[in-house]
């Protein structure tokens, strides 16, 4: 399930509601420095581009592709495992909720530092799942899905980046899997649920048992129980990573 082709069946509703959240775009942006020209790798419909830079988009999916605005950036199809692009071209190079769905996500960024004389990637530290209420209690085979993929130790290393935490806003407007850590309604919800990957990867009777369960446990009181903590927070700390090399 590792493969470029996954966003031509699961992508067709990725813009219902996922896009740029503010505040992770501006530590995005402010990760790139001055960079004038960046590639966006990974780009899907475009969110987090900057609009006053250079921005040349590369996207496997052709279904992604289509649902980009007519005034965003120019894309190509194309995959990180190979960028058809000279050595260093441009200022910097940026991959965003994509390099967990790379084949192999350590020559894919290799390929990004060849091209790119800075790198930004935002990920999630995968050591780190069972942090987040979902997992740890609604898909508990999940981190078995994702055993044999590269820690973020590794990817860190393979372009030399250091390592930011990124917290998710409570009302995160880009609607990934951990978005709605304080909202957990919004799972229940089935175009929710179609932009976010993870559902497709664990299979439809997993998604089906934890949508059950969330569903009882929040009519019965016992998810408010479990997770009393989170709900005076603003931001919380669930394992998003910006690597900057
Ligand atoms: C969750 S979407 C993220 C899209 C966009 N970066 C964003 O932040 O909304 C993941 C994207 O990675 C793309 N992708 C999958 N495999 C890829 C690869 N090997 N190289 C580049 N992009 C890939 C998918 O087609 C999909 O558009």
Do not use: K
């Not at 004038?36 to 996207?59: F, K, M, Q, W």
């Not at 995959?79 to 020559?107: C, E, G, Y």
């Not at 390929?111 to 799942?129: I, P, Q």
Request: charged share 25%; net charge neutral; aromatic share 8%.
């Amino acid at each position: 399930m590792f493969s470029a082709q996954l966003y031509d069946t699961i992508g067709a509703t990725y813009t219902v509601t996922r896009r740029t959240e503010p505040r992770i775009a501006a530590r995005i942006w402010a990760a790139l420095g001055d960079a004038r020209t960046v590639l966006n790798v990974g780009a899907g419909s475009g969110s987090y581009e900057p609009p006053d830079r250079h921005v040349l988009a590369v996207e496997p999916s052709a279904l992604m592709r289509s649902q980009r605005q007519p005034d965003a950036a120019p894309c190509v199809a194309g995959s990180a495992r190979n960028l058809p692009f000279d050595d260093q071209s441009f200022d910097a190079a940026m991959a965003l909720s994509t390099v967990h769905h790379w084949q192999d996500p350590i020559a894919g960024l290799r390929e990004m530092r060849r091209v790119a004389r800075r790198v930004v990637v935002f990920t999630f530290d995968a050591g780190d799942l069972g942090r987040f209420w979902l997992t740890r209690d609604y898909l508990p085979d999940l981190p078995d899905l994702l055993v044999g993929r590269p820690s973020l130790t590794e990817l860190a290393r393979a372009i030399g980046a250091r390592v930011e935490p990124v917290p998710i806003p409570w009302d995160c407007a880009d609607g990934f899997f951990e978005a709605y850590w304080r909202r957990p309604e919004a799972y229940l919800d089935e175009s929710v649920r179609r932009g976010i990957s993870v559902w497709a990867r664990v299979g439809p009777d997993a998604e089906q048992r934890a949508v059950q369960r969330l569903r009882d446990d929040l009519a019965s009181g016992r998810w408010a129980s479990r997770n009393r903590d989170l709900l005076d927070l603003d931001a919380a700390e669930l394992g998003l990573r910006l690597l900057i090399a």
